[in-house]
């Protein structure tokens, strides 16, 4: 029997944290930034050097990225083409990015695989392709991205669409006084967005392919446990239907909580992630992952 | 039916995980080896912590080097299940003041200055730390 899920259970908790993050980060948002580290003696030719050439060009990206594959230990319903068909095996997947213009301007693209655990696990059975812009203001991040979903091993059904989203983001140690004296070696850092696929041709509003999506509501949390090396992290994407009554209103959740290890350049985390429909029942997708990831980063040389 | 969540032992449980996690093994140390450098000859910085991004020279008997560190990508991506979200691009610079061949200065700076993370500055020079 279809379980039923209803608006106000599950919107709840994701809206609540939305707008936490949103008010908690405008009221503290005047703070000013920490005070400069210093030991020895004072750094006359520092303080002055803004607009040194000899500043520029550290921090530009020419390509950065990562690598993933992922094992779906538990999957009891998470599809492995768009279709519904399937169920998933491993995934794999892509990440490159490079800067255009310092850290307001990132062009990136993502190239993810999925295998059909039905099928032997090996043979790829998805592609989703997504190639975007992304940029970093203050609080502030946008991105503006088209993804398009296919299935691999047959021809079938192709969700694709494009979004503009924008984000706020806080961060304890530059927002929030309290959190940073209570718990001074783990910073948690959360953002909240609202984002807008103005265009769609097929991407679906829940789970069960039903609907057509229109908005999306983001939030993301990351509790540093231990140095960046251990870090707790929660995830929800909401969208609504425009083909719905009311099309701001929910039609489906994903969430993600995990725990993610990592050592120089590799992560391995353990997760969970559920998909489910929000204004009445449906299929859930829902699985339990372990996942490899391995990042790598080559640096433009100082101009 | 959903089961409900026992709110007393996910309180004691949070609790044990943040308050557990906020030990800080270096007391007010914060950050050892931006300390261990002072002292320390170019050779040696050069030794442990590689070449820097820039050197140039200062007034009279000092140089200025400067060190970059960009936070992983581990750090400044979140995969989701589809497709990925972007976190804010960040890192560290390290500006080393040296007088007469030796390390006179050690300033972190994070970068952007909104996103205070100067542990990368720390793993620049975690090999100039003495064991």
Redesign the interface.
């Known amino acids: 029997m279809p379980r039923k899920t209803t608006f106000s ?1 599950h919107c709840i908790p994701a809206c609540l944290l939305t707008g936490f993050v949103l008010v908690a980060g405008t009221w503290g948002g005047g703070r000013d ?2 005070a ?11 303080e002055k050097s803004d607009g040194d050439t ?2 520029q060009g ?2 530009e ?1 020419l390509i ?3 690598f ?1 594959a992922a094992a779906f230990v538990s999957n009891p319903t998470f599809a492995a083409r768009p279709d519904n068909t399937g169920l998933v095996g491993m995934r794999y ?1 892509a ?1 490159l ?1 490079t ?1 255009l213009y310092k ?1 307001y301007l ?1 062009a ?1 693209t ?1 190239q ?1 695989f999925f295998s059909d655990r039905e099928k032997g696990w090996i043979i790829l059975t998805e592609w ?1 392709q ?1 190639y975007g812009m ?1 940029g ?1 203001v ?2 502030w ?1 946008w ?1 503006a ?1 088209y ?1 398009r ?1 296919a299935p691999l091993d047959k021809s079938g059904l192709i969700q694709a669409y494009a979004d503009g989203l924008v984000n706020y ?1 806080v ?1 304890s ?2 927002d929030w006084s309290w959190w940073q004296k ?6 948690l ?1 959360a ?1 909240a967005g609202l984002g807008w696929l103005y265009y769609n041709q097929t991407y679906f509003a829940r789970p069960d392919n039903t609907g057509r999506a229109l908005f999306r509501y ?1 939030g ?1 949390v990351d ?1 540093n ?4 090396q ?1 870090v ?2 929660g ?1 929800f ?1 909401m969208f609504t239907d425009r083909t719905a009554s009311n099309v701001v209103r929910p039609s489906e959740l ?1 969430w ?1 909580l995990g725990i ?1 290890v ?1 050592w120089q ?1 590799y ?1 391995v985390s353990f997760y969970r ?1 559920q ?1 489910m429909p929000l204004d009445r029942g449906g299929l859930i997708q829902e699985y339990w992952a372990v ?1 490899l ?1 391995y ?3 080559v ?1 433009k ?2 101009r | 039916m959903r089961r409900p969540i026992n709110k007393p032992i996910a309180c004691v449980v949070l609790g044990l995980v943040t308050g557990c996690a906020a030990v800080t093994p270096n007391g007010s140390e914060e950050y050892p080896a931006q300390k261990a450098l002072i002292g320390k000859t170019r050779q040696e910085l050069i030794a442990c912590a590689g070449t820097p991004v820039s050197e140039r020279a200062g007034e009279e008997r000092t140089a200025v080097m400067d060190y970059y560190r960009e936070a992983s990508q581990l750090e400044e991506s979140f995969p989701g299940s589809k497709s990925s979200f972007a976190k804010v691009h960040h890192g560290c610079r390290a500006t080393i003041v040296l007088d007469q061949d030796r390390v006179a200065g050690v300033r972190y700076e994070s970068d952007p200055s909104s996103y205070q993370d100067e542990d990368h500055c720390e793993e620049i020079f975690d090999r100039c730390v003495d064991p």
């Not at chain 1, 446990?225 to 960046?228: G, R, V």
């Open positions: 259970a930034a920490h400069l580290e210093k030991y020895g003696r004072p750094l006359p030719e520092f000899s500043k550290f921090d990206s950065a990225g990562y993933l997947m990440h990015e800067d850290k990132t990136y993502d993810n989703d997504t992304t970093t203050d609080h991040s991105r991205q993804e979903d983001r961060r140690h530059e209570t718990f001074p070696k783990n910073t850092t953002y983001v993301h509790l446990l231990y140095k960046q251990v707790f992290y995830d994407n994903d993600i993610a990592r350049d992560e992630e998909d996942q990831r990042a790598f980063d640096q040389q100082a």
